[in-house]
């Protein structure tokens, strides 16, 4: 699917693009077929109840829009990524597809999607269409970062997956995978603490700072305008590419109507404006397009999975940084991006039926260990 995505922003081909969606309708279509006959090890999934409420609450909100099918369609979407992840709970309680099993097709995405990145670079398509995969590429990253063991692994895959965000300059994947890093390496380092470590992930670090700076000395032109102070000003409608002006308009449009509890419809941010754009974010999307009822999903989210973090952290405290990691993630992209409209969010959350797989089987453990 990544191949056709990429080849048909590349060529300009409706045919390789129908192609990808046609993929997606079929893996859709085995996803639900997996999740119905599957209903009862999905039940023990802890977030399984959450995006299940998820799913209908939207599902209940393509209704309200102005073009049922065009709404139904970006639907699929965010319905993909959440019976996926029922999916890989399902392989992964079967035994058929471990978290090694998944961190091998993850390294080959990443390798497809900086093997893209460099042929839009040396095109200069990239200029045309700088997101390319960086985004995909984020939402991989906290299966990446867990699979490193705290950086002792792995670390040709996350210096590929950082040359893959940091050659599309986009700002916002940028500081995500930033500061996902940081959580991630300050965490492992408060909880297990050694020199070793701590010269493993500077070291890793000095590379990774090295190469960003090697790519944006390429790129001189670009960094003038996509990192210029204007920008970064939020007193500036311009600031961040337009996102200012946009979030201020939506936020006073949403307060000051009657449609504050349910918001305006399905997709009703971007008929605002002629060209179709939304708002590139989905706290001021939701709440914009269902109202107090959206920011209240997303919050539950939120709340969700830091009661895991909690939990989880009673039986493996070693692994809990990722979770971290992945919140912060999750936070800055909803706010300024977007995740739940993209199919490509089922890597991100990935990481959530595989942890929980590995906390169940340490509880089993220990009541094993206990019970003999």
Do not use: C
């Amino acid at each position: 699917m990544l191949i056709t995505d990429l080849s048909s922003e590349l060529l300009n081909s409706e045919f390789l693009l129908n192609i990808s969606r046609s993929l997606r309708f079929i893996i859709l279509l085995l996803f639900i077929r997996v999740n119905i006959f599957n209903f009862h090890i999905i039940r023990k999934f802890q977030f399984s109840r959450f995006f299940f409420a998820f799913a209908v609450i939207l599902f209940l909100y393509v209704f309200t829009d102005k073009d049922f099918l065009e709404g139904l369609w970006l639907y699929s979407k965010t319905l993909f990524w959440i019976l996926g992840i029922n999916v890989l709970f399902v392989l992964g309680y079967k035994n058929k597809l471990s978290f090694n099993d998944f961190i091998i097709v993850v390294k080959k995405v990443v390798f497809i999607a900086f093997t893209f990145t460099l042929i839009f670079f040396a095109t200069g398509y990239i200029k045309e269409d700088y997101n390319v995969a960086s985004y995909l590429v984020l939402f991989m990253f906290p299966i990446v970062l867990q699979s490193t063991l705290g950086y002792r692994k792995n670390k040709l895959l996350i210096t590929i997956a950082a040359l893959a965000i940091l050659i599309t300059l986009k700002r916002g994947a940028i500081l995500a995978f930033v500061l996902g890093n940081l959580v991630y390496f300050f965490g492992i380092l408060r909880i297990d603490f050694s020199v070793k470590k701590l010269a493993a992930g500077i070291l890793l670090f000095l590379v990774l700072i090295t190469s960003g700076l090697f790519v944006f000395n390429q790129q001189k032109n670009d960094i003038e305008g996509r990192f210029s102070e204007e920008q970064f000003d939020v007193s500036n409608e311009q600031a961040g590419s337009g996102r200012i002006g946009l979030y201020t308009n939506l936020t006073e449009a949403w307060f000051y109507s009657d449609n504050r509890l349910f918001g305006f419809g399905n997709q009703e941010d971007s008929r605002r404006n002629r060209n179709r754009i939304h708002a590139h974010s989905d706290i001021f999307g939701f709440l914009y397009n269902h109202g107090i009822v959206g920011i209240i999903l997303i919050l539950f989210l939120y709340v969700k999975i830091l009661k895991f973090y909690v939990y989880y952290r009673k039986y493996d405290k070693k692994n809990t940084p990722i979770i971290l990691a992945l919140l912060i993630i999750l936070l800055l992209v909803n706010f300024y991006s977007g995740m739940f409209r993209t199919t490509d969010a089922i890597y991100f959350f990935a990481l959530l039926p595989y942890l929980q797989l590995k906390r169940d089987a340490i509880k089993q453990s220990i009541y094993f260990n206990k019970s003999t």
